[in-house]
């Protein structure tokens, strides 16, 4: 079945970007919409954005200035930039699989594949 | 602060019937569907409930979920202590070009 796992640096400086990679096995990337979440220590879930194979991309509006989520069909990954971090971008950070649909005309959304989180200190 | 309204923390005893709830608005819960995860501690999050009501294979019926307006509550009944969790509503909003919002979770205690 398929898996997602998550990489990248585990402690990023104050103002630097935040870079990770969430690689997809066991199944194509293809035909799928894939997302990034985040939860703070502590703290509940934050829906970070999404992006379809094809590189159609949708971000939370209260991060949206910030995030940037590329998909690379060739390597069965997708990423994660995050620029201008601060300590509250501190968190595990999940790579999800979406499934999206429209049902009876109104939008299906959820994630059903995660992957294990990884957790990321923004600290200097 | 997040979009959608849940209690903090909620408990049961084992055998129990326990109800979380979560408030929302028009543009979220009011218009589209509400999906519930079940974060036992230490793992990612499961999706537990999905289209409101329906539930993934392996899920067991103990788990169910409903929707009145612009509101949503997942049920647990025969309440086990591996359900001690936090559980999370989520749905999507339709404001701006559309988005994810979750509800700042409940923390289920087995007493």
Known sequence: QVQLQESGPGLVKPSETLSLTCTVSGGSISSYYWSWIRQPPGKGLEWIGYIYYSGSTNYNPSLKSRVTISVDTSKNQFSLKLSSVTAADTAVYYCARDQITMVQGVIQYYMDVWGKGTTVTVSS | ?111
């Open chain 2, 1 to 111: 602060q997040s979009v959608l309204t849940q209690p903090p923390s909620a408990s049961g005893t084992p055998g129990q019937r326990v109800t979380i709830s979560c408030s929302g608005s028009s543009s979220n819960i009011g218009s589209n569907y509400v999906y519930w995860y079940q974060q036992l501690p230490g793992t990612a999050p499961k999706l537990l409930i999905y289209r409101n009501n329906q539930r993934p294979s392996g899920v067991p019926d103990r788990f169910s979920g409903s929707k009145s307006g612009t509101s949503a509550s997942l049920a647990i009944s025969g309440l086990r202590s591996e359900d001690e969790a936090d559980y999370y509503c989520a749905a999507w909003d339709d404001s701006l070009s559309g988005f994810v919002v979750f509800g700042g979770g409940t923390k289920l205690t087995v007493l």
